[in-house]
C-alpha cells in the first residue's frame, strides 16, 4: 500500500468497510449477550425498565447492522450507501438511548458494563469509512420501495373507499376493538406487504407498539377528532423516556392518517411520550401528536410528516431521525412555572450521522392554553441534546412567542455551542427576526438557497425515490 492519497483503491475501500462494520456486528452481538446476563443483577423497577429498553435496542442494532452487511454485501437489496448511513446512524442512536434510559432514573453507574466494550467506537468508525463513500457521489439514489403502484391512491382517497384488512371499533363492529390486537394480528402475515388497518371513531385508552418486524402497516383513523390513541405513561410513573410512549413505531413502512396520538400525564410529570417513531421510510399525514415534555420522540431513521398538528411544552420534538416537517402546525403550551419551552431538542452524537430535525413550510404557535400568559415564559426553537445537534427551520412562520435569541443552551453549560448546527432560512412572522438571534459558532442564518436545500425532502430524507409510491402530498425541494 502506497502512502499518501492513494492508500485504498477504491475496491480495497469497500472491503475495509465491510469488515468494519462486520467487526462491530460481533462486537454488538457480545454487547447483546452481556445485556441479557445483566438482567438478573437488576435490583428494583427502575433497573429493570432500562434494561428492558436495552435488551430491545440492541436487538435492533444487531439488525440494522445484519441489514447494512447484506445490502452492501450481496448488493440484492440495491442498498445504497445513503441506506447504510441511515441504519449505521440508527444502530449508534440505539445505543445511546440504552444507556440514557439509565440516566433518566439516576442508575447510570450500573450501565456501565453494558456499553462499555468500545462498540459505539466500531459503528462511529464505519459511519466515518461509509462516509467516503457518500460525499463521492450524489447522495440521493433509488431505494427499494415499500408500496407498489396501486397502493398509490390510498392516501388520496376517502377513508369510505379503502378497503381495509382489518377495522377496529370500539363498540364491536368491527374485527377488534383494540388497536394493539389488530397490530398483533397484522404481525402473523406470511406476506409483509402494505396492510391497512381502519381504527373507527373513538377514544383508545391503549399504548400501541409496532414491532420490527411488522413491516408496511398502515392506521387510518376517521379524522384526528374522532380517532385517538391515548395513555399517560411517564418518567414520574416509573417508565423511562423511551418507554412512556403512548404509540412506539419500529418497523420500516409505517403510514398513519388522519389519527390523534396523545399522552396526558400533564406537564409536572416529566418526559412522557405521545409518539416514538424508529421507523425507516415511514409517515404520519393529517395526525395531531399530543403532549407536553418530549411529546414526539423521532427517534432513528428517515421520517417524514405532514399537515400534522404537534403540542408540547419541553423538547417537543426530540429525538436522532431525519425527520423533515412539512406544511406542519407546531403549538407550545404552558410549561410549569420556572420552565420555558423548546420547540426541539436534536439528538445526533455523531459527526458521520446523517440525520436532522428540519421544520419546513410550517407554523410555531402558542397554543391556547399559553396565548394569555405568553409573555411569562420564554420559547425557543431548539436546544443541543447531543453534540452535533443539527435543527433547521426552513421558509416558517414564526409567531411572537419565540424569543428574539431564537436557540437556547443546554441549561447553563456551552455544550455544543461550536459543534452544532442550527439553520434559519427565509422564515417570516413576527418571531422570525434574526437580528438578535445567538451568536454561537454553530448558528447559521442561511441566505444560500443551494445550503438549505441540503435540508429538504430530497437531500435529507431522499424523499423523492419513496414519498411518491405512498401518495402523500409532498414539496421534494424549497
Known amino acids: 500500500m502506497r502512502h499518501g492519497s492513494h492508500r485504498f483503491a477504491p475496491k480495497h475501500l469497500t472491503e475495509f468497510r465491510n469488515m468494519m462494520i462486520r467487526v462491530a456486528l460481533d462486537r454488538a452481538v457480545m454487547a447483546g449477550k452481556n445485556v441479557m446476563e445483566f438482567g438478573q443483577s437488576c435490583k428494583n423497577g427502575h433497573q429493570k425498565a432500562a434494561w428492558r429498553d436495552c435488551l430491545k435496542l440492541f436487538d435492533n442494532t444487531i439488525l440494522q447492522l445484519n441489514l447494512t452487511l447484506q445490502g452492501l454485501e450481496t448488493r440484492k437489496l440495491s442498498c445504497s450507501d445513503f441506506d447504510a448511513q441511515t441504519w449505521l446512524s440508527t444502530a449508534l442512536t440505539n445505543i445511546q438511548t440504552c444507556e440514557e434510559g439509565f440516566m433518566d432514573f439516576n442508575v447510570s453507574d450500573f450501565s456501565t458494563p453494558i456499553t462499555s466494550n468500545n462498540i459505539t467506537q466500531l459503528i462511529s468508525n464505519s459511519l466515518a469509512v461509509n462516509g467516503v463513500f457518500l460525499h463521492k457521489k450524489n447522495i440521493t439514489q433509488v431505494f427499494p420501495g415499500w408500496l407498489s403502484r396501486h ?67 398502515m392506521l387510518i383513523g376517521d379524522g384526528m377528532k374522532r380517532t385517538i390513541i391515548t395513555s399517560n405513561r411517564s418518567v414520574k410513573s416509573g417508565y423511562t423516556t423511551y418507554s412512556s410512549a403512548t404509540a412506539g413505531i419500529d ?81 407550545a403550551r404552558r410549561p410549569i412555572k420556572g420552565q420555558a419551552n423548546m420547540i426541539t431538542a436534536q439528538g445526533r452524537g455523531d459527526p ?54 431564537g436557540w437556547s443552551k443546554w441549561g447553563d453549560s456551552n455544550f455544543a455551542l461550536d459543534t452544532l448546527y442550527y439553520g434559519e432560512y427565509k422564515n417570516y412572522g413576527p418571531g422570525s427576526s434574526t437580528r438578535w438571534r445567538v451568536k454561537w459558532p454553530g448558528f447559521h442564518v442561511i441566505t444560500s438557497p443551494n445550503v438549505a436545500s441540503r435540508f429538504t425532502v430530497d437531500s435529507l430524507i431522499a424523499g423523492r425515490s419513496w414519498l411518491p409510491r405512498t401518495g402523500v402530498p409532498f414539496v421534494a425541494g424549497l
Open 352 to 405: 458521520y450521522q446523517n440525520t436532522g430535525i428540519a421544520i419546513h413550510n410550517s407554523r410555531i404557535l402558542a397554543a391556547n392554553d399559553l396565548k394569555p400568559v405568553v409573555r411569562a415564559f420564554k420559547t425557543y426553537l431548539g436546544r443541543p441534546w447531543q453534540k452535533y445537534s443539527r435543527t433547521v427551520v426552513l421558509q416558517t412562520y414564526i409567531d411572537g412567542l419565540v424569543s428574539p435569541a
Open 251 to 331: 418497523a420500516p413502512g409505517f403510514i398513519a392518517r388522519d389519527i390523534t396520538f396523545s399522552n396526558t400525564a400533564g406537564p409536572a410529570k416529566g418526559q412522557a411520550v405521545a409518539v416514538r417513531s424508529a421507523s425507516d421510510l415511514s409517515v404520519f399525514y393529517h395526525c395531531a401528536i399530543q403532549g407536553f415534555q418530549d411529546t414526539l420522540m423521532v427517534h432513528s431513521q428517515r421520517q417524514f410528516y405532514r399537515e400534522c398538528y404537534i403540542y408540547g411544552t419541553i423538547d417537543i420534538i426530540f429525538g436522532n431521525a431525519a425527520a423533515v416537517l412539512q406544511n406542519c402546525s407546531i403549538f
Open 151 to 217: 397502493e398509490r391512491q390510498l392516501l388520496e382517497s376517502s377513508t369510505t373507499k379503502i378497503k381495509a384488512h382489518l377495522v377496529v371499533a370500539k363498540d364491536g363492529s368491527g374485527n377488534f376493538r383494540t388497536v394493539q390486537a389488530a397490530l398483533d394480528a397484522a404481525a402473523k402475515r406470511k406476506r409483509m406487504t402494505r396492510f391497512i388497518i381502519y381504527v373507527k371513531r373513538g377514544i383508545y385508552k391503549e399504548n400501541i407498539e409496532v414491532v420490527n418486524t411488522n413491516s408496511n402497516i
